[in-house]
């Protein structure tokens, strides 16, 4: 699944989670508002009836007394009998407002048909058995119409009933049946309240248990997969963080310690040798023919022989050892503890011994070949960086001898790092001094002596000690990063070279000049180009570039195969250099990529007696010209060497043969020589008729 329908999944996900987790907290908070709103209409329902319990408690007192106060007053003497008539007037009045109030807190009605219900209110009101309505009202009626009465009786201020006492029907019998009705009422208004609050109760219950089930799916369906989500984003940044600090201490390839831990922890290393009074070891190892492997069988295998070739120097030291891989094929091992001379001797050769087994990979057996430099603490130096300096320099010297073992730092090597720590810093002076010269070599046909081109070749000549071979500070200008330097002065001074001529109309065929892949590797490389040669005045026709095979099998993600598509549409020609010596694919000899191939000097030295090499350039010959391709062949140095490449249909030579690398001023007049002759026009004397 690519990685934005993933994105796109979870970003639903989120969404979804959050979209159930804000209703879940709306679902909550309706329920939990509408428990809160039971629970006060419970407690309001709950004052209520206790309001309504309180009124009849007082109704039924008040009943009784009223009897009570009509019975005491009608025996009572006459001076006592004005206090009674008013307390019998009070409790009247007080029933009436409380029975009113009683109505107006219930909602009977009379007309209304829930008085046919015998569990209702308005049945105790208004039906029988109790008829409570009326007893009350007639218990009010009559209490006044007494109260009227024994007021007449008493000369008080009275304009009321005005009949006699004897006529007013306020017995216990009245009393008893208004008491009998307000307990009934009661007991109706505690068992509705009861009920209602049951209901209550159990829908609040109800919604409880309902916000319950609703946290508990929350829980299940929201915050589960949240804690689960935020568990496991923590689990993978806990695991990304320790990855990253393994990633930046660890080689991600061979799961060795990279440079950087070396780095950090080198010193440490040495001062635990100094306080101990141990020698420290330290070998650096190479695998000699890697480049090899990833160009024939591909980078996994070569992947794979670093990954194996890394297991087995772990299993070649102790844990007190150090492996490290620097980069590339390099690796270094630093031996505590390493003993003496001998001791590290037979180490280092069982350590090679195990390195050098043969590695088969899916069915092919590859023989990776490692080299060794060891240099000794505290015997070659006593720090860190100049330790790995003499193992460097110590594998160099190891390699030179045919690879497969390993070397010693020594004195004699030391003076050759001393040179070239010197020749470093000639070649940053002659770098700022501009003071690299190109020389020209030609090339031309054998058919006609037509020159074809020119190759022009860099050459320094040292202010103190002369003219320095190009094997000799090429390496170390390659080694120390110079090289794009020094390529663009020589380019930018041979193509100025080759404007002059153009513009003088000296035929000099093509001018080429050969380019490494760590200038092509430079992000700017064809714009620089482009620009010297719009300055110059050159035609871009006029320009060739040499690239040797492994820089045409580069591989795409470092930009050469589109940068050198680029030059090679501006119309720039492109030479495989030192053809048949490399591993490149027969796919990419096509006149679609490669204009020219330059047979190596191998295999034209001594061409006509050696029949092998003589049908290797037969056979390239015959691939070039069927594919359309020219051909040069370089390193001729014999007239019998010229007429067996003339024979096998090798038309273009360069070489001792033909003519020697010239400086400018010598090119020039060989060029000029060689130029043909142009016919003088001769005017005669006289008439021609």
């Known amino acids: 699944m690519s990685q934005?329908?993933?994105?796109?999944?979870?970003?639903?996900?989120?969404?979804?989670?959050?979209?159930?987790?804000?209703?879940?907290?709306?679902?909550?908070?309706?329920?939990?508002?509408?428990?809160?709103?039971?629970?006060?209409?419970?407690?309001?329902?709950?004052?209520?009836?206790?309001?309504?319990?309180?009124?009849?408690?007082?109704?039924?007192?008040?009943?009784?007394?009223?009897?009570?106060?009509?019975?005491?007053?009608?025996?009572?003497?006459?001076?006592?009998?004005?206090?009674?008539?008013?307390?019998?007037?009070?409790?009247?009045?007080?029933?009436?407002?409380?029975?009113?109030?009683?109505?107006?807190?219930?909602?009977?009605?009379?007309?209304?048909?829930?008085?046919?219900?015998?569990?209702?209110?308005?049945?105790?009101?208004f039906a029988k058995p109790f008829h409570l309505d009326y007893f009350s009202v007639g218990l009010i009626a009559n209490g006044d119409r007494l109260i009227s009465a024994l007021e007449s009786q008493l000369n008080l201020d009275n304009d009321g009933y005005k009949g006699g006492a004897e006529r007013v029907n306020l017995d216990a019998s009245v009393a008893n049946a208004t008491l009998s009705g307000y307990a009934a009422l009661g007991q109706r208004i505690s068992a509705d309240a009861d009920e209602r609050s049951e209901k209550l109760?159990?829908?609040?219950?109800t919604l409880f248990y309902a916000t319950l089930g609703v946290i508990l799916l929350v829980a299940l369906?929201?915050?589960?997969?949240?804690?689960?989500?935020?568990?496991?984003?923590?689990?993978?940044?806990?695991?990304?963080?320790?990855?990253?600090?393994?990633?930046?201490?660890?080689?991600?390839?061979?799961?060795?310690?990279?440079?950087?831990?070396?780095?950090?922890?080198?010193?440490?290393?040495?001062?635990?040798?100094?306080?101990?009074?141990?020698?420290?070891?330290?070998?650096?190892?190479?695998l000699d023919r890697f480049k090899q492997i990833n160009d024939t069988l591909g980078h996994a295998a070569g992947d794979y022989v670093l990954v194996v070739t890394a297991q087995r120097m772990r299993d070649s030291c102790r844990a007190s050892d150090l492996c490290a891989r620097l980069g590339g094929d390099e690796f270094v091992m630093i031996l505590n503890g390493a003993g003496s001379t001998e001791d590290i001797n037979m180490l280092a050769r069982r350590i090679l011994a195990h390195i050098n087994e043969p590695i088969v990979f899916q069915g092919t057996t590859i023989l990776p070949g490692a080299s060794g430099g060891i240099a000794v603490y505290p015997i070659d130096a006593d720090n860190a960086q100049d330790l790995l300096v003499h193992a460097?320099?110590?594998?160099?010297?190891?390699?030179?001898?045919?690879?497969?073992?390993?070397?010693?730092?020594?004195?004699?090597?030391?003076?050759?790092?001393?040179?070239?720590?010197?020749?470093?810093?000639?070649?940053?002076?002659?770098?700022?001094?501009?003071?690299?010269?190109?020389?020209?070599?030609?090339?031309?046909?054998?058919?006609?002596?037509?020159?074809?081109?020119?190759?022009?070749?860099?050459?320094?000549?040292?202010?103190?000690?002369?003219?320095?071979?190009?094997?000799?500070?090429?390496?170390?200008?390659?080694?120390?990063?110079?090289?794009?330097?020094?390529?663009?002065?020589?380019i930018g001074k041979a193509i100025n070279e080759a404007a002059e001529w153009n513009r003088a109309g000296i035929a000099f065929g093509r001018?080429?000049?050969?380019?490494?892949?760590?200038?092509?590797?430079?992000?700017?490389?064809?714009?620089?180009?482009?620009?010297?040669?719009?300055?110059?005045?050159?035609?871009?026709?006029?320009?060739?570039?040499?690239?040797?095979?492994?820089?045409?099998?580069?591989?795409?993600?470092t930009g050469i195969a589109a940068k050198l598509r680029h030059i090679r549409a501006a119309g720039i020609h492109l030479e495989l250099d030192d053809f048949g010596t490399g591993y490149a694919s027969l796919s990419h000899v096509n006149p679609n990529e490669i204009d020219r191939l330059k047979i190596d000097r191998r295999f034209v030295q001594n061409i006509h007696e050696n029949g092998d090499n003589s049908k290797i350039v037969r056979a390239i010959t015959e691939l070039a010209r069927g594919l359309g391709i020219s051909i040069v062949a370089e390193g001729a140095e014999t007239e019998a060497e010229l007429d067996s490449l003339m024979a096998i249909g090798c038309d273009q030579v360069q070489g001792y043969s033909i003519a020697f690398p010239m400086p400018q001023d010598k090119a020039l007049e060989w060029l000029t020589a060689r130029m043909p002759k142009k016919a003088k026009l001769r005017v005669l004397q006289g008439s021609l008729a």
């Open 201 to 205: 109760l159990a829908l609040h219950r």
């Open 392 to 490: 460097d320099l110590a594998l160099y010297s190891a390699k030179k001898l045919g690879g497969g073992n390993f070397s010693f730092f020594s004195e004699e090597l030391r003076r050759e790092l001393d040179y070239r720590k010197q020749l470093e810093h000639d070649i940053k002076v002659a770098i700022s001094e501009r003071a690299f010269q190109v020389y020209f070599q030609p090339q031309v046909s054998l058919t006609d002596g037509t020159i074809s081109g020119i190759e022009a070749l860099v050459r320094w000549n040292h202010h103190e000690r002369g003219m320095i071979s190009p094997g000799e500070f090429i390496p170390v200008a390659e080694k120390c990063g110079f090289m794009p330097e020094i390529g663009r002065i020589v």
């Open 4 to 125: 934005q329908p993933v994105q796109t999944v979870s970003g639903k996900l989120i969404l979804l989670i959050k979209a159930g987790y804000w209703l879940a907290l709306l679902i909550i908070a309706a329920m939990v508002a509408a428990s809160f709103v039971l629970l006060q209409q419970t407690m309001a329902t709950q004052q209520h009836n206790n309001t309504l319990l309180d009124i009849v408690g007082t109704q039924k007192t008040l009943s009784q007394r009223i009897v009570f106060l009509a019975s005491a007053t009608g025996a009572a003497a006459r001076d006592k009998r004005p206090a009674l008539v008013s307390a019998l007037k009070q409790a009247t009045a007080e029933f009436e407002t409380n029975y009113d109030l009683l109505l107006e807190q219930t909602g009977a009605d009379p007309q209304s048909p829930a008085k046919l219900d015998p569990k209702s209110i308005e049945s105790v009101l």
């Open 221 to 286: 369906f929201i915050f589960r997969p949240m804690s689960n989500a935020i568990l496991r984003k923590t689990r993978e940044l806990v695991e990304a963080r320790n990855s990253m600090a393994f990633i930046a201490v660890h080689d991600g390839l061979t799961g060795l310690h990279n440079r950087t831990f070396l780095t950090d922890h080198f010193d440490t290393l040495i001062k635990g040798a100094h306080r101990r009074r141990e020698r420290l070891a330290v070998v650096q190892l190479d």
């Open 511 to 557: 001018l080429a000049v050969n380019v490494s892949g760590t200038e092509l590797r430079e992000h700017d490389f064809d714009a620089f180009l482009f620009e010297t040669l719009e300055k110059a005045g050159l035609p871009p026709q006029k320009l060739s570039l040499e690239i040797v095979e492994s820089v045409i099998l580069d591989d795409e993600k």
